[in-house]
């Protein structure tokens, strides 16, 4: 192994446009020359092969070497973009707009692309500062561009970094237009990054522009045509953008729509590439919103918003009688959804979309209102691409509620209407749990539930998913499972994905997949409870909740899962 490793590590350290990423990789192979195993083994780990380009994008570790996130990784990966952009346009000067995040490295990946997709031709906009991931997503198609980069890792740990492409312009048109990227031009990118030989031969060139608040400001006015005229009493609301990049823009467009009542929780509020507060920079992460609490009793809040680090999922709580609420993603999802189709002006016109692994909730909101109503694969690649889109969302807490503007998932422009309905609802002497229980009285109870399974050994998830497939379970929750489907097999709507999907007797749904971006494996859980009489509710929330215990304990026994 070490003879041809070893001449590898040297080249690569030859060719590295960072000398703190050569100088690590320097350290390391000197230490396993002299016989250090550990060094030895994290070097085989790091050059195990080029980080794999793919719907996602890039996103790894950062550090040195080609499995890592760094500079050397990104210049090819700008590089190979640039050549398929050219290719596809039939010629050099493809307009590429690019963002960045505050997680360590972000500006200089950022900045790098740019000189070099600039060095191919390019024309390239680069944000001047950080930005939210929806602000990127918004200027691909305002400007009609035919890509652009967002260099953020979202909610993933602070270690980590990403690259996130979306085609337009003259690459995509229709409804995919200024969208996250698909197969195969994900196969078709790698390729051009897999013939990128030398880095430091690559032209660069500093002739692009830099892009400042201007555009920030027309994103701005942009969302806050969602807000209406019709004034509201005011909320006391209780921010957070869990020390990332979108708690400015957020105070923006809140003040914007007459929410001026906001306090920030101070020690999330600047952006801090240590997430030094939270394990997991992610609002659905147990005690992610702690901090938001305690903010939110010292000044008797309404409502608590809390963004992800790049502000592209958004997570609510509210006050109840037993404490603080964090509605799930598919509570969120639902009251966006009802919320939307109340006022749509031509239900016949519009279309709603979610995941597969969301609630079967949304489907019946449209059947209601007349509307369209569409399933896709997981991921906001899928979910943009429907047909005539005009709100969709995933469990995950995104949501995108504005896709003429924005075709990704958006949590600041979620969060406004979020903080919209919030508002209407007090006006009336309700709240969000009562419009939960509204839509339960009309639709039945649809309760949903996850299971997920962090792994140390990534070997542990595939094995997981086999076990499944050898010895699928018969039984969930007391019902005999009536349907089972290997989302491996494409069908007539739905690409190839690595899932699995069983529904019971009794309706219940449970779907086991590998998480895209973290080592999980994850269960999605539903079950549906019909409801005759408000007074009837509690009883069916509490078999609601004995039932999704049962189905948690039922798939990881299957699966091989811890128990939850």
């Known amino acids: 192994m070490t003879g041809s490793l070893y001449p590898n590590v040297r080249a690569w350290i ?4 960072d000398p703190r990423t050569a100088a690590e990789l320097t350290s390391l192979l000197t230490s396993a020359e002299a016989g250090d195993e550990g060094a030895a083994a994290e070097l085989t780990d790091r050059f195990s092969g080029l980080l794999q380009f793919g719907t996602a994008g890039l996103r790894g570790a950062l550090g040195g070497g080609p499995a890592r996130m760094n500079r050397a990784v990104v210049a090819r990966a700008a590089a190979g973009l640039a050549a398929f952009l050219t290719e596809s346009i039939g010629g050099a000067g493809a307009k590429v707009i690019i963002g960045f995040d505050a997680r360590y490295g972000s500006r200089e990946f950022a900045e790098d692309s740019a000189r070099i997709i600039a060095g191919a031709g390019g024309q390239v906009h680069l944000f001047d500062q950080h930005c939210p991931t929806p602000v990127l997503a918004y200027a691909v198609r305002a400007l009609d561009a035919d890509a652009g980069v967002m260099v953020t890792a979202s ?24 969208a996250q990227l698909v197969a195969p031009m994900d196969e078709q990118i790698a390729a051009k990054i897999a013939a990128v030989d030398a880095v430091t031969d690559l032209p660069r060139s500093e002739d692009f522009t830099r892009l400042g608040d201007e555009l920030i400001e027309r994103y701005v006015d942009s969302v806050l045509t969602l807000a209406g005229t019709n004034p509201l009493p005011g909320l006391k609301i209780v921010y957070t953008p869990m020390h990332g990049v979108g708690g400015e823009i957020l105070t923006r467009v809140l003040t914007g729509a007459g929410f001026t009542d906001l306090t920030a929780v101070h020690e999330q509020a600047s952006p801090d590439p240590d997430f030094p507060t939270v394990p997991f920079p992610n609002p659905e992460e147990a005690g992610a919103l702690d901090l938001a609490y305690t903010a939110a009793e010292r000044v008797g809040a309404d409502l608590i918003i809390a ?30 959804g009802e919320q939307i189709a109340r006022g749509s002006p031509d239900p016949a016109r519009a279309a709603f979309a979610n995941s597969i692994v969301s609630s079967r909730l949304l489907g019946a909101i449209a059947a209601h209102h007349g509307i369209a109503h569409h399933e896709t694969l997981t991921g906001f690649k899928w979910i943009s691409r429907a047909p005539g889109l005009t709100y969709g969302y995933e469990e995950a807490i995104g949501y995108c509620v504005h896709p003429e503007a924005v075709r990704d998932k958006d949590g600041l422009s979620a969060a406004l209407l979020l903080a919209l309905l919030t508002a209407e609802a007090n006006a ?10 509204d839509l339960a009285l009309r639709h039945g109870l649809y309760a949903t539930g996850a299971l997920s399974a962090r792994v140390a050994d990534l070997a542990a998830i595939p094995a997981a998913m086999a076990r499944l497939r050898a010895a699928p379970p018969r039984e ?27 529904t019971t007797a009794a309706d219940d749904r ?5 998480s895209g971006t973290e080592p999980k494996v994850k269960c999605y859980l539903e079950v549906i409870i019909d409801v005759g009489t408000r007074e009837e509710l509690p009883a069916a929330k509490r078999r609601a909740a004995d039932r999704l215990a049962a189905l948690k304990s039922d798939i990881a026994a299957a699966a091989g899962l811890p128990a939850p």
């Not at 030859?14 to 446009?17: M, S």
């Not at 909610?155 to 409804?175: A, F, M, S």
């Open 14 to 17: 030859e060719d590295d446009p």
């Open 428 to 437: 009336g002497g309700r709240s969000l749990p009562d419009l939960l229980d």
């Open 155 to 178: 909610h993933n740990p602070p270690e980590d970094n990403g690259y996130k492409v979306y085609l337009g312009g003259r690459v995509v048109t229709g409804d995919g237009r200024g």
């Open 307 to 336: 963004n992800d680090p790049d502000a592209d999922r958004v997570s609510i709580a509210v006050p109840t009688e037993d404490g603080w609420r964090q509605l799930t993603g598919d509570e969120a999802g639902a009251l966006l």
């Open 510 to 514: 449970v779907i086991v997949r590998p």
């Open 476 to 502: 969930l929750a007391g019902s005999p499972v009536l349907e089972r489907a290997d989302l491996s097999t494409p069908t007539g709507e739905l690409p190839a994905t690595d899932a699995l999907v069983y």
